[in-house]
């Protein structure tokens, strides 16, 4: 088969939905397709083909200008059209089977492109973005209960923090964002098949969302090279800290970080904490860090091996998240490594970890210092626990499993595919 995939982002400055991209296109070629790469880059011109572990790239420059909404608006309603143009041609002259876009930005165009084309088109939901403008369904940092629904109400609510002072004049935007909200909905209800990538995502999907009650939702996960991770893991050196917990993610409010350094005090944890990542609440971790008692690192934003690196050496892992996870990439990696895990119990994380199982879930801050403070009394029990969670990583997890899931549904969907008067194709 040869795939067309349109993703928002690919290796090697990516995040996890890049990375997970490239773990799929890796197993299609593997398994013998030809998978055809497609990213537009925002706020850059075209450039020229670029390769990637023997995968060829191609880019499609997208004018974005810095300023917010306005920037929302050049990277959707105006890249819809001209990319879609362009991945029907990519369609046509490839002679394409499948087109499969892989988030928020490809999505709408993909589904256009693929319909004038006559293809099969499968649309991947790695986060809220059908359901919350913002994504994350989180309409304040300090919120205990999450977004009930995009409505005009709740929209005014959740731009005040994100607007700060000057929130009242970002409220005339509103009819842009729900009308923007509407028109993703509507494209993504014209897919073929949506893979959500966790039972939490595919249930929102029909909660929230109306206009996909007829579209097929298969629950697929994200795919991870086990024995590529552990092999980088494996290459990097271990740091001379002795023991120490870890923090793997973006800086960010919906991560829950702002609870991070609390857990640890919490747990009284005497070990180094090492957090790696970057983001817009750096500057107040650091600031909250140096009024504590504890040995803090901040490596800042890191290529994967060496972030993969600091995972795999570490003694635990803590993982504050505040928003609903739609299936953390950190988390499987974790899993693969075989790292303990001491987690909060939010959006599809219990698709990875089984409390008491394969980890320990937490659903509130004292919960998840109690968890880290049981690891580290009782190292055979962390042991356990981290060697369930490698067995169930590479049962449920391991990229040629989930490539195979993911390549009979395209199977299914081009036989289903109708066929023009006299049989051809």
Same mark, same amino acid.
């Given at each position: ?22 773990? *799929? ?5 593997? %398994? ?17 083909? !670029? ?35 362009? $991945?029907? %041609? ?13 988030? =928020? ?25 059908? =359901? ?19 409505? %005009? ?10 607007? @700060? ?8 935007? &509103? ?32 909660? !929230? ?32 800290? @002795? ?7 973006? $800086? ?8 991070? $350094? ?13 957090? =790696? ?33 600091? *995972? ?40 990875? &970890? ?6 320990? $879930? ?12 049981? *690891? ?28 195979? !899931? ?16 006299? @049989?051809?194709?």
């Amino acid at each position: 088969m040869r795939i067309l995939i349109a993703t928002d982002s690919f290796p090697p400055g990516c995040g996890g939905s890049g990375w997970s991209t490239y773990e *799929l296109a890796r197993g299609l070629r593997t %398994r013998g397709h030809d998978p055809i790469i497609v990213q537009p880059r925002i706020g850059s011109s075209a450039r020229p083909d !670029r390769e990637h572990d023997g995968l060829r790239v191609r880019e499609f420059g997208a004018a974005s200008p810095d300023v917010p909404f306005v920037r929302n608006y050049f990277k959707n309603e105006r890249l819809w059209p001209r990319l879609a143009a362009w $991945l029907v %041609r990519i369609a046509r002259d490839e002679g394409v089977d499948l087109v499969h876009a892989q988030h =928020v930005l490809t999505c709408p165009p993909a589904v256009a492109a693929a319909t004038e084309a006559g293809v099969p088109v499968v649309c991947t939901v790695r986060d809220y973005w059908p =359901v919350c403008y913002w994504s994350d369904l989180i309409h304040d940092d300090e919120a205990e209960h999450l977004c009930p629904g995009c409505s %005009r109400a709740m929209m005014s609510r959740c731009i005040r923090p994100r607007a @700060g002072a000057a929130w009242p004049l970002a409220l005339p935007l &509103i009819p842009y964002m729900a009308a923007n909200l509407r028109r993703k909905r509507r494209w993504l209800a014209r897919s073929s098949a949506i893979i959500a990538v966790s039972s939490t995502i595919a249930a929102d999907l029909r909660k !929230r969302a109306p206009e996909l009650a007829h579209v097929r939702i298969d629950t697929i996960p994200n795919p991870v090279e086990i024995a590529a991770i552990r092999a980088a893991a494996r290459a990097r050196p271990a740091p001379r800290l @002795g023991p120490y917990a870890v923090y793997v993610g973006k $800086l960010a409010p919906n991560k829950g970080v702002s609870k991070l $350094l609390e857990a640890v005090e919490r747990a009284d944890l005497r070990w180094p904490l090492v957090i =790696v990542g970057d983001g817009p609440q750096r500057e107040r971790l650091q600031a909250a860090a140096r009024t504590l008692a504890r040995e803090v690192h901040f490596t800042g934003w890191l290529p994967r091996d060496e972030a993969l690196g600091w *995972l795999a050496h570490a003694a635990l892992l803590v993982f504050p998240s505040h928003g609903p996870e739609s299936l953390s990439r950190v988390l499987l990696e974790a899993s693969a490594i075989g790292v303990p895990i001491a987690a909060m119990d939010t959006g599809g994380t219990r698709d990875i &970890i089984t409390d008491g199982v394969t980890g320990l $879930l937490s659903t509130t801050t004292e919960g998840l210092a109690a968890s880290v403070a049981r *690891l580290v009394a009782d190292p055979q029990e962390a042991s356990r626990l981290a060697s369930a969670a490698r067995a169930r990583a590479e049962d449920a997890f391991d990229a040629p499993r989930v490539v195979e !899931r993911i390549e009979s549904l395209y199977r299914e969907l081009i036989a289903a595919r109708p066929r023009p008067p006299g @049989g051809e194709s």
